[in-house]
Every structure is written in C-alpha cells, then in structure tokens.
C-alpha cells in the first residue's frame, strides 16, 4: 500500500495547514464554549473550502474522494483544532431516501451550516433496540401529529431541524410501522432540556418531549413505513470510524502520554497497539471506498473498534496522569460513554454474530 499524496492532496493539504495555523486557535476544542460555537467552526471551515469535501456538488459539497476527508480530520488533529462537524450520516439518509425537493430545500443548509441539525432516534425506552420506540404520528388531513420522548439528541438545544423517527403504523411488525419525518425544532409543543454529563458538559445532549406537534405531511422522508430503512442508512455511516476521524486524535493523545509517562506502562503499550490497528483498518476502509465499496453489518465491526481503542487510550491516559489532567481526565469520562452511544457494544456482537458470522443469534 502506498498512502504518501497525490500531488493534488499534497496540495490540498499545505494549503490546509496555512489555514489552520492562522485560524484554529480562534476557537475552543471541548466543554461547553466548543459545543455553543461549533456552528461557527462549521461555517469557517464551509468558508474557506474546508467542508462538504466528499458531498455533492450541486448541494454545496466539492465532489471530492473521501479521501479528502481524512486529510482534513489528520490536519485537524494535528493542529489541535476542533474536530470536523459530524452531518455525513444525516445527509446519506436525505441523499438516500429523501426527495428530490427534501433535498432541494434542505441539503445546501445543512452543507453550508446555515441550518442546525439534531437526530431524534434515541428514547428513555428504545436505544440499541430502536425498533421498540413509542413516539408516535397520527395522521390528520395535510399534517402529522407526534407524541413522544426523545433522549440523548445532540445539538437539540441550538437545532433548527430534526430529522425524527416516529411510529405511523402500531398494527404491523415494529420494523415496518416506523416513517421518518423532518421537523422544525421551534413547531409549538416541543420542549427541550440539557443533560448533564459526568465530565461536566451540559449543551451537547438534550431530552426532547413533543406534545401534539403538527408536522405537514410532505416533510416525511420517503413513505411511510420507510423509516427503519432510513435509519439504517443512516446509523451505517454513523458506525464507521473512517468518516468520524478520531484515529488521529487517539495517535496524538498516545504520543503525548509517551512523553509524559515516568516509565512504560502496560495500558500505555496496549493503547499504542489498538490505535496503530485501528489506523490500519481505516485506511483498508478508506481504499474499499475508494473503490466503490459500501458497507452496512461491516459498520458494527468498526465501532466495535473504535469503542475497544477510546477506552483503552482513556484507560492509558487514566494511568500516566491519574486525575491531575482537567483535559485528559474529561476524556476518559467521555470514552466509558463510547459502548452505548450510537449502539451498544453488546447489539454491535449480535449484528456482528448473526449477519457477519451467521450464528442464527
């Protein structure tokens, strides 16, 4: 494998430097002050050429290969800069499934970082098991109206849209009852609250109840009964670490503990270990896409890995500097999260047994 640039990404890459150096100190890399202008980290990347690499052109993307993608998330954390905005699954799922005038309407927004998004799929009762969700949609004349709980919903409390899953139909299997919907975050009988993490952190999550919201019919994305086809789409691209870009910021933090450690330690060697495997299996990722391979069940195997290697870092970091680190304390808080989010570890075993493997699990 040769993974040097082409002269064009060589390119591409200086001319992201000079960038990053003048303007990534401008903005915070955690706590709350990154959560509250991560919409204007968003839009100086747009600005200066630095987002939508890989998305479509006519939407606002640049048409790019992905690979364009890694360059811009290895610059990133190299610079100690924020991490790129996470939208690709949100835009796969409207790219996918939704309409040619959904994505008219709502794709250069979304690119561009005009328009906050949030992902309303999560409830207290339905997280891994998705299908078992209760928040319901009714139809009446030209509109929806929905009822439910959401939890765990990122950028809820500064989201303009929510691209929301509810269930339409209760009389058929659960997988098939489910329809998608797109819905203004400001529609009365929507209420929001933040949910405090244990690092300290209270805009990133949020719980949002909807009381008799009235969404019109045309903002379902597909047909109903579509939206468990949709999710799927869109929690497959969600699961790849290749398109996340945390590879580099493990690496970063692995180097940085070598320089700090007294002594080597075994939970420092293993972290340095899974994140050089972890690297090696994104780039594989990275030249299957390249060639035009998709993956779905195969995301699970990636964020199993991705969750196996944050925690091992965390855990490392954990034992080179105790809690004496603010930054790396937070991060390790955050890394016990990593085998719920986005699917537990243990549903990504039984994808992985029963799809993958075939064990009839």
């Known amino acids: 494998m040769d993974y040097r640039d082409s002269p064009d990404e060589a390119q591409f890459r200086a001319r992201l430097r000079a960038w990053l150096a003048d303007n990534a100190k401008d903005f915070p890399t955690s706590g709350d002050e990154y959560w509250a202008r991560q919409g204007e980290w968003h839009q ?41 905005p996470s939208l690709g699954y949100l835009l796969h799922g409207l790219c996918r499934h939704g309409s040619v005038e959904l994505q008219e309407r709502f794709l250069p927004g979304m690119i561009d970082g005009t328009e906050r998004w949030c992902q309303g799929f999560s409830e207290p009762g339905a997280g891994s098991d998705l299908a078992s ?10 509109e929806y109206v929905i009822n439910g709980h959401k939890i765990w919903t990122s950028y809820s409390d500064i989201a303009d849209w929510c691209l929301l899953l509810a269930r339409t ?43 008799d919201v009235r969404v019109p019919a045309g ?26 870009g945390y590879v580099a910021r493990y690496a970063k933090t692995v180097q940085s503990l070598v320089s700090r450690a007294d002594e080597p330690n075994d939970e420092l060697a293993l972290a340095a270990v899974e994140t050089e495997m972890l690297r090696l299996h994104v780039r ?34 954990l034992s080179v500097t105790g809690t004496s680190d603010p930054e790396l304390l937070s991060s390790y808080l955050y890394s016990r999260a990593q085998s719920v989010m986005g699917g537990t570890s243990q549903i990504q075993k039984n994808i992985i047994a029963g799809r993958l493997l075939g064990l009839g699990v």
């Open 169 to 211: 139909d209760p009389d058929v299997p659960r997988h098939r009852g489910i329809s998608a919907f797109i819905v203004p975050m400001d529609t009365p009988g929507i209420v929001q609250r933040p949910l405090k993490m244990i690092s300290g952190i209270t805009t990133e999550f949020g719980q949002v109840t909807f009381d």
């Open 133 to 142: 969700l209760r928040t319901a949609a009714v139809r009446e004349g030209d």
């Open 284 to 317: 594989r990722r990275l030249s299957e896409q390249l060639d035009g391979v998709s993956h779905s069940s195969e995301g699970s195997l990636d964020k199993l890995l991705m969750t196996w290697t944050e925690q091992t870092v965390g855990h490392a970091a």
């Open 44 to 84: 100086a990347l747009y600005g200066a050429g630095f987002f939508g690499l890989s998305w479509p052109a006519k939407f606002g993307g640049h048409d790019l290969p992905p690979v364009y993608d890694v360059i811009l998330d290895e610059e990133l954390a190299k610079a100690g800069a924020p991490p790129r």
């Open 219 to 244: 903002n379902i994305v597909g047909q109903p009964g579509d939206g468990w086809a949709m999710a799927m789409t869109v929690v497959g691209h969600e699961r790849e670490p290749s398109t996340l």
